[in-house]
Structure formats: structure tokens, C-alpha cells
């Protein structure tokens, strides 16, 4: 999908986020006005005040411990013509490692399982600044094995946006081959911690949502354990996707800053042979496959859905 064109309500939206922004999360460029001790406190203060993701009883939810984080799993179907499938999904969400997830994010994976009839295994996971990423890439792969094993095989997908999409690429590289789902679909990750594209800045005041001064901070915070080599799905191998035979997609918008690595890791994956979906939207924004009634976004949700009953 990359046609160019916009609908009126896309336009609509952007103009929209483009005025509000993210003013009223963690992540903008605001929450740094009083430096980033004070950014730090102010994402232990929202995670504290976190009370866990509700979710609709008819899908019937289930929390699983995964060294103290909740596993969710929510059965599919409970929509009038749709039934439940005996396929199973892990969704990780994304708030750039330091936000836990948020009502969008509950909304989308109620939808999936109720469009779908999979079941969906809804992750939450350690967040900076308390937690290094080597815990939550651990913590990550263990949330794979758990729902595998409730499931009793591996899963039909894992997917995630931004933070998540990352995690999803992770998963795709260091998981045997053996154990791999079906597929990997990755919305709008983050393919490079670094952030030295010199592409990045051209987008910046196209991005209605992503800030890079924030997304700096955030980085540095994870480069201080861990080598940008073998965290960042740009540069890890993915050998074992290879093997196992599993799919890859990718949902970027046009209108991001993370854009600009997205087409690195597209051409890196085209250039060592490995199939993928490579789907983008060059006017629209962050993570837009979660927007509601906006027509491009609702259709890219559709496709997820088919993906994930065609796996």
C-alpha cells in the first residue's frame, strides 16, 4: 500500500496530531523542559499509577505471572459471525520502553482477538529507567516461551508496535528456528537505537507524534547496557527466521522519523534474500495501523487480521 494519495480524514488527522501532538504523554519533547532527572521521575510516577490493562469480559481475559508482569490471554472470537480459531498470537505493545500500554493499545488487541477468533497473549514488560534493556529482552523471550507453552506449540504470530515491533524483530532473530510462529509483523519498530540516519532530521517537523530529542534520551538509556550491535534489528541476524520459514511484515508511515531505517532494514532484508511484507503509508504517522476511522489505518488493520487467519 503506497499510493501516495491521502483520504480526508488522514488529512484530517494529521493536521489534528500535528496541533496536539504528544503533549499529553511521556513522550514529548515538553516532559525534557526540566531535564531528564525530572523526565525519569515523571515515567516512575506514570508507571506507578498504572493499574493493569482491562480488557472486555466476553473475551473472557486471563492473567498469567511472568516474573511479576502480567500475561494476558484473551480468547478469540466474541463478535457475532466470527469464531475461535486455533490460532494464537503474542502482542507486545510499545510506549518507548518507559510507557506501559495504553488504552489505543487495549483497544487494538480487543480488536484482533474479536475480528480474528486467535487468541491473543497481551504482554507488559519491565520499562526504563528501573529496568536495563537486557532485562526486558530477557523478560521478552521468557513472555514467548510462557504463551507457547499455554498455547501448547509455537504461536501463529507475534506482533507489536514501535517499542513492541522492536521486541517482535528481537524475537525474530534469537528464537530457534523450531520454536518461531508463523509470522512476525512489526509496526512502525524501531530499527536503529543509534539514530544517526542523517534522514532523520528531514522528517522531524513532518512527525507529528515522535520527537528525536526525546528519542535520544530513551536511546542513550538503552545503549548503557548493551552494545547498539545487539539490540537494534538493523544489524542483527536473522539466520533462524531464515530457517524457519516464518514470515516477516513491516508497517512504516512515511511521515515518521523512524521511517528513514525502516527502508534501511527493507533493502538489508531484500538484499540477503529474506521475504518480507513491506507496507507503507508515506503520509500518514507513527504506528498508524492502530488509528480508528481513518481509512487507510482500518484498512492496514484488516490486513493484519488476514495475515494472522492466512498464517
Known sequence: MDNGKLSIRGHVAMSLLRSIGTKTTL????MLERGEPEFWEAARLLQKRYRGAIFPKALDPTAMDVGGYPLTRLRGGARRGVTETDKACLYIHGGG????????????????ARDTGATVYAAQYPLLPDADITQILAHIREVYSVAADDFGRPLTAVFGDSAGGTLALYLASVLEAAEQPGRFIALSPCCDSGLTNPEIRNLEAKDPILSVRVLRVLAKMLLKFAANNDISPLYLPYENLRRSGAKLDLFIGGAEILYPDNVRMHERLTAEG??????????????????????ECTKAFAQICEMIKNT
Do not use: C, M, T
Open 27 to 30: 513522550l514529548s519533547p515538553s
Open 97 to 112: 520502553f518507559v510507557e506501559p500500554p495504553s488504552l489505543l493499545h487495549r483497544q487494538a488487541i480487543a480488536r484482533w
Open 274 to 295: 529474506i521475504e518480507h511484507g513491506w507496507n507503507v503509508e508515506p503520509k500518514l504517522f507513527h504506528i498508524y495501523p492502530l488509528a480508528p476511522f481513518i481509512p
